[in-house]
C-alpha cells in the first residue's frame, strides 16, 4: 500500500478541526439546551471554612468553557431536582474552572487549580469530579460525563461512606 506525502498534513488538519475549532463554532456546543444549575455554588475557600465549622463532604466539578459534555452535564444534571437537592444539602458544592490560574489550597498546598487539576488530583479530561475532606484533604477522583440518575447514585454511594470520610 502506498501512503500520500499528503497524508501526514491531511491527518493533522483534521486532528486541528475535530479537536482545536473553538467550543463556542462547535454545532454541538450550539446545541446545548441552555437551563440553569439549581445547585447553590460557593467558591473553594467558603467550602473549605464551612467544612471545618460544619463537617460535610465537598463535592469539586471541574469544568472548561471548551469542555461540551460539561456543558451538557450543567444543562441537564445540576439542572436536576434530585441531583440539586442532594448536592445542596448534604455536600459543600464548588465549581472550579480546571484552567484558572487562581490559587486554592488542595491537599495542604497551595497552587493554581490548574496544577491541582494535574499534579494533585492527576486529572486529564473533563468533566472531572473531586471529593474532598472537610479538613481538605482529597478523597477520590471521578473523570466521566453522567446522566442524572448516575450522579445521584454515585452521591448516593459517597453518602454511605461520608461518615468514615469526614474523619479523613
Known amino acids: 500500500m502506498r501512503v500520500s506525502r499528503f ?4 491527518v493533522a488538519a483534521l486532528f486541528l478541526l475535530a479537536f482545536c475549532v473553538p467550543a463556542s463554532l462547535s454545532p454541538a456546543y450550539a446545541a446545548v439546551p441552555k437551563k440553569k444549575s439549581k445547585v447553590h455554588w460557593m467558591d473553594y475557600a467558603t467550602a473549605l471554612a464551612k467544612a471545618k465549622q460544619n463537617p460535610k463532604l465537598i463535592f469539586v466539578d471541574l469544568y472548561a468553557d ?3 459534555p460539561c456543558r451538557i452535564m ?10 440539586a437537592s442532594l448536592l445542596n ?3 459543600y458544592a464548588v465549581k472550579l474552572n480546571a484552567e484558572s490560574q487562581d490559587t486554592i489550597s488542595c491537599d495542604g498546598e497551595r497552587k493554581t487549580v490548574q496544577r491541582c487539576y494535574f499534579d494533585t488530583w492527576e486529572l486529564s479530561a473533563l468533566p472531572a469530579f473531586v471529593l474532598v475532606a472537610p479538613k481538605g484533604l482529597t478523597i477520590l477522583t471521578v473523570t466521566d460525563s453522567m446522566s ?4 445521584q ?5 459517597f453518602l454511605v461512606k ?3 470520610w469526614i474523619k479523613q
Not at 497524508?7 to 491531511?10: D, I, K, L
Open 7 to 10: 497524508a501526514p498534513a491531511f
Open 89 to 91: 444539602s448534604k455536600f
Open 162 to 164: 461520608e461518615e468514615e
Open 153 to 157: 447514585s454515585l452521591l448516593f454511594k
Open 66 to 68: 471548551w469542555c461540551v
Open 74 to 83: 450543567e444543562a441537564n444534571v445540576y439542572s436536576d431536582p434530585t441531583v
Open 148 to 151: 442524572p440518575e448516575e450522579m
